[in-house]
């Protein structure tokens, strides 16, 4: 089965997440009561490489947790966005990776780790009672979010960690200002950017990512909102036609014409400091990242933020999600107590830490009723209804492909470029699309 095609499967079970279960491997798994012990591995050093992020901040807190748990030392590293996907690629591909245990972004790496074999298959491990112990309860992963971690092949190569879903943040106090109501619609969006844009006053109507690679996510959600495929499930791109030069010119009004000065430079890390500062009046990006927004102790105008999901496009309502997960390195000698890292990672108290704590919806059905009832939950409670309802509306920000990162590399140009005056967004993609289209055939013919 092609990657394109399993695709379209789990667009069909991202509809329904948390709907269901993927009880038959659950089934499966062998029932006799084996020796679980958490202090198998004791005494055992791990290096665990982690994407830079809110939730990544939470696991590192509580590693003493776990090793009181396990007896096992961990040494972490978090490394910003662009350098950590080609760190985790180059270290691979040598062989010889320097962890045992890692965040995997799906939406980008996940065909490009499966088509090397470069994590170890979990299943055999989650079906081992002696390493894998009965409450783990795998069938509390939603069947959409096993999809995201299964390659092609039928492995399951991570456990699912973090759904981030693309929605839009808002200043309360700067729209009642301007008599704006939250947008529901693309139009809405951009009529209401334009009647926020106070530059004079330091205030951008709109911020999101503009530094290319980063931005790509960005214009896919709008596109996704035509009800267009970046590639379609045979193997064709839809880059370049009237759905897609829509898409581009609306990234153009919103952060171009609306948006602060130098944002080609921005990633999430700028977008989210600017507008906790109160400087920009709306803001898109994953629900991960923009929970922090409502944290009092981090953001200045946190009493006074808004979340929606995103907004509607002219063909269909989806919410742009980006699964990810944790995963064991094939190479390393220590699989192991990387497996017992990977199994507290995601596993329910954490999953539900997680949510609670505003970090980011899990792929665990129980973490949405535990996070609700949960005393130490710090969540805004109009963040945790549109994460809810964004698992209604997910869909795959970015196509199912090996050349995933390319992709972001190539039509990431493309973008920026779209942000320097009078640049025309038909002919930025046309050009983008002839020179990913080789990069395409290349890389899925195998």
């Not at 499930?233 to 990234?251: F, H």
């Not at 199912?400 to 493309?414: H, K, P, Q, T, Y």
């Amino acid at each position: 089965m092609t990657g394109l095609t399993r695709r379209r499967l789990m667009q069909s079970a991202l509809g329904a997440a948390g709907a269901s279960t993927i009880g038959a491997f659950a089934n499966g798994r062998a029932q006799a009561q084996g020796a679980f012990d958490w202090q198998k591995f004791k005494g055992t050093k791990l290096e665990v490489l982690l994407q830079r992020g809110p939730y990544q901040d939470v696991l590192q807190k509580f590693e003493p947790e776990f090793t009181a748990l396990t007896g096992i030392q961990i040494g972490s590293e978090q490394i910003p966005e662009q350098q950590y996907r080609q760190k985790l690629a180059i270290e691979f591909a040598s062989g010889k990776p320097s962890f045992d245990a890692c965040y995997v972004a799906q939406a980008t790496q996940k065909r490009l780790f499966g088509k090397g074999k470069w994590l170890s298959d979990l299943k055999p491990l989650i079906a081992d009672a002696a390493m894998t112990p009965t409450d783990f309860d795998f069938a509390d992963f939603t069947k959409a979010s096993i999809q995201a971690c299964t390659q092609p092949d039928g492995r399951v190569d991570t456990l699912p960690l973090t759904f981030h879903y693309n929605i839009l943040m808002y200043n309360k106090e700067l729209l009642d200002k301007k008599g704006v109501r939250p947008p529901t619609s693309f139009e809405e969006l951009a009529e209401a950017a334009q009647k926020l844009n106070d530059q004079a006053n330091g205030i951008s109507g709109f911020v999101a990512r503009g530094l290319k690679n980063a931005n790509t996510p960005i214009w896919t959600s709008f596109l996704l909102g035509h009800g267009i495929d970046p590639v379609t499930s045979d193997g064709k791109l839809q880059t370049d036609g009237p759905e897609a030069v829509a898409a581009a010119q609306l990234y153009q009004k919103l952060v171009r014409d609306c948006g602060p000065p130098g944002v080609a430079g921005f990633n999430w890390y700028e977008c989210q400091a600017m507008f906790m500062q109160g400087r920009a009046a709306m803001w898109i990006d994953t629900s991960t990242v923009g929970a922090t927004a409502a944290d009092p102790t981090k953001s200045k105008i946190a009493d006074k933020v808004g979340f929606i999901a995103m907004p509607k496009g002219p063909k269909v309502h989806r919410a742009p999600v980006f699964p990810s997960g944790m995963a064991v390195a094939a190479a390393s000698t220590k699989q192991g107590a990387a497996w017992y890292y990977v199994q507290w990672a995601t596993g329910k108290a954490n999953q539900a830490r997680q949510l609670a704590g505003g970090y980011g919806a899990g792929g665990r059905q129980s973490a949405n009723e535990a996070a609700k009832s949960s005393s130490e939950a710090k969540l805004s409670r109009e963040w945790l209804d549109v994460v809810i309802q964004s698992g209604d509306l997910a869909y795959p920000v970015l196509p199912d492909i090996v050349a995933a990162n390319e992709f972001r590399d190539v039509f990431g140009v493309a973008l920026t470029n779209l942000l320097s005056p009078g640049a025309d967004a038909a002919k930025e993609l046309k050009t983008a699309t002839e020179t990913f289209t080789p990069i395409l055939e290349r890389t899925e013919k195998t």
